[in-house]
T-cell receptor
Framework: AQKVTQAQTEISVVEKEDVTLDCVYETRDTTYYLFWYKQPPSGELVFLIRRNSFDEQNEISGRYSWNFQKSTSSFNFTITASQVVDSAVYFCALSEAAGRRALTFGSGTRLQVQP | DGGITQSPKYLFRKEGQNVTLSCEQNLNHDAMYWYRQDPGQGLRLIYYSQIVNDFQKGDIAEGYSVSREKKESFPLTVTSAQKNPTAFYLC???????????FGSGTRLTVV
């Protein structure tokens, strides 16, 4: 069965600090996809990134970067120079190429960026 | 603009009543999903549908029912059999699972 663990329930940082959100996953599939979503206070989830299991290159998008390591089954998310607008709940999710055709989400990490 | 519309935004239900949450999409996506979110918790899958007239149970389907008569619509009924229905309900759709979801803005259901 697939599983996603986000051990950090809540993180609080001061603006301009860097912060890393951890995500560890479990799957028996060799082909799978990992995602990060952001949930601002409005409630709607916003897609941030998708990564397939064959692509271990790290990705950077502005202040956001992602570190995918198959050896440790982790897909961590770093925000550089955090801003107050980054305050939200962030979810990591997993889908398998075979098996259940739906995303499995972690429990989320609430990030609070203080001015 | 294409997207997913969930209605109503807030819904109050008396104990013993069935209520139906609406989810409509104009993205031409084949697959649609319902998730439940409780405070401080992640999203748990209730039901999903990959094509019209077909749907599958998720992890917490008991006390819920769905239908998929049209590609654009995937309503969720919360029945009186659902013992603790107060939660935030999110609907999503995808053209292909591997490309992730587009989410609606959610319906907050409260039992009074």
């Amino acid at each position: 069965a697939q599983k996603v663990t986000q051990a950090q329930t809540e993180i609080s940082v001061v603006e301009k600090e860097d912060v890393t959100l951890d995500c560890v996953y479990e799957t028996r599939d060799t082909t799978y996809y990992l995602f990060w979503y952001k949930q601002p206070p409005s409630g709607e989830l916003v897609f941030l990134i998708r990564r397939n299991s064959f692509d271990e290159q790290n990705e950077i998008s502005g202040r956001y970067s992602w570190n995918f390591q198959k050896s440790t089954s982790s897909f961590n998310f770093t925000i550089t120079a955090s801003q107050v607008v980054d305050s939200a709940v962030y979810f990591c999710a997993l889908s398998e190429a075979a098996g259940r055709r739906a995303l499995t989400f972690g429990s989320g990490t609430r990030l609070q960026v203080q001015p | 603009d294409g997207g997913i519309t969930q209605s109503p935004k807030y819904l109050f239900r008396k104990e013993g009543q069935n209520v139906t949450l609406s989810c409509e999409q104009n993205l031409n996506h084949d697959a649609m999903y319902w998730y439940r979110q409780d405070p401080g918790q992640g999203l748990r899958l209730i039901y999903y549908s990959q094509i019209v007239n077909d749907f599958q149970k998720g992890d917490i389907a008991e006390g819920y029912s769905v239908s998929r008569e049209k590609k654009e619509s995937f309503p969720l009924t919360v029945t009186s059999a659902q013992k603790n229905p107060t939660a935030f309900y999110l609907c999503a759709s995808s053209i292909l699972l591997n490309y992730g979801y587009t989410f609606g803005s959610g319906t907050r259901l409260t039992v009074v």
